[in-house]
Structures are given as structure tokens and as C-alpha cells.
């Protein structure tokens, strides 16, 4: 199993008390499947996504990634693990405008030590997979909404990840967009082998993904074939 959460409590200081974001959430996602998580807003997606990140540490429970418990790692190995673990598709595409989309996935390969060479490659397999092979020297403001957001899947995947985390990747998308790019993460989840949990509110395109579970005040509930 490529990403754990057992147990999971997180809670956020609110005046004298404190207000439970979390509360004893357990969730696993296997390798090769995309698990979508849904719930209103306020409803804790965001929290769990962050905690799953290792971007905030739980009062309780294990996070464990690639089979390795992130409870004992100190900053700097959190921070080695999600550069080298962990892939991250934004709610928005973020990129920077002067680079074309294969300099965009560079850039990753660059923080992470691999040679020009290596990077070159793998960013142009990675855009051929996306489908923006005839893309790859574009600027941002040369791409669609839709293939900026593909180019912000494969950046994500430039590492290698073990786990794929993504958020709102529709919200900015039409009907016809969306659906898109969901049939792209859970083809591109089953192909390499990520443990993919994608945030929505959109519960439209959900027959494209593996498992979905449901966020509501905090706790998971189990949805059509949640793998939770």
C-alpha cells in the first residue's frame, strides 16, 4: 500500500477551544488506484490532503508513505520525502510564464539533482503521455486552460512519485475539459502505478476513478467501491 492515514485526528486552535478538522479519519490507497475524496466546503478535504502531503503534522494517528511512517521524520526529511514521494497537482496550474511546458517539468528534475540530459528526456516522454508531445516549447500563454493543466499532471509526475496527490483539477475546466483530465489521472494512476487521491466537489466525472469516499465534519465515510 502506497499511502496509510489510520487513525488521523487534526485540530485547529478557535479561541478557548479547538475545532476538529479531522476526526479519526483512516484511509488507504493502494498503488495503481485513484481514490477521489468528496464533501462539501468546510468539510475537511483540504485538511486531509495537507496532512497527507505531510504539510501539517495530526495530533494523532500515522501517515505512512511508500510503507515508511512519517511520524519521526524531522523537517528535513519530510521535505526530502514529498520532493522525491510525493507529486502534487494544484488547484491551479501556477507556471511560471517565461518557461516553455518542458522547462516547466525541468525545473523539478533540477531541485531534485538529475542531469540536463535525464531531465530533457523525461520531460519530453512525460508531455507525450499528456498528450502535449507537439506542445513541448510552448509558454503558457500559448497553451489552452486544458493543457495547462496537463502540463501541471506530468510536472507532478517528473520524480517519479509513489504517491499523487491533486486538488480541484476541474474547478477552472469546462464540462468537456474536466472530464478529460479525469480520464487522464486515472489512466496515467493505473500505467504508473500511484496511489492517486484527487479532492473534489465536482461529482460529476466520478465513474472515472477507482474508489470514492465522502468527507462530512471531519470523518470519512465509505462511497460507491471506496478503497477506505
Known sequence: MSLELSDVTLTYPDGDTRLTALDAVSLTVPSGCLTAVVGP?????????AVAATLIRPDRGRVVIAGRDTAGLSRAELTTLRRSTIGTVFQQPNLLPALTAAEQLQVMAHLDGRSPRTAR???RELLAAVGLADQADRRPHQLSGGQRQRVNIARALMNEPSVLLVD????????ERGAAVLGLLTELTHARGTATVLVTHDRSH???????AEVLDGRLTSGAGAGV
Open 41 to 49: 466546503s468546510g468539510s475537511g478535504k483540504s485538511s486531509l490532503l
Open 121 to 123: 528526456s523525461r520531460a
Open 168 to 175: 480541484e483539477p476541474t474547478s477552472a475546466l469546462d464540462h
Open 206 to 212: 466520478l465513474d472515472a476513478v477507482d474508489a470514492v
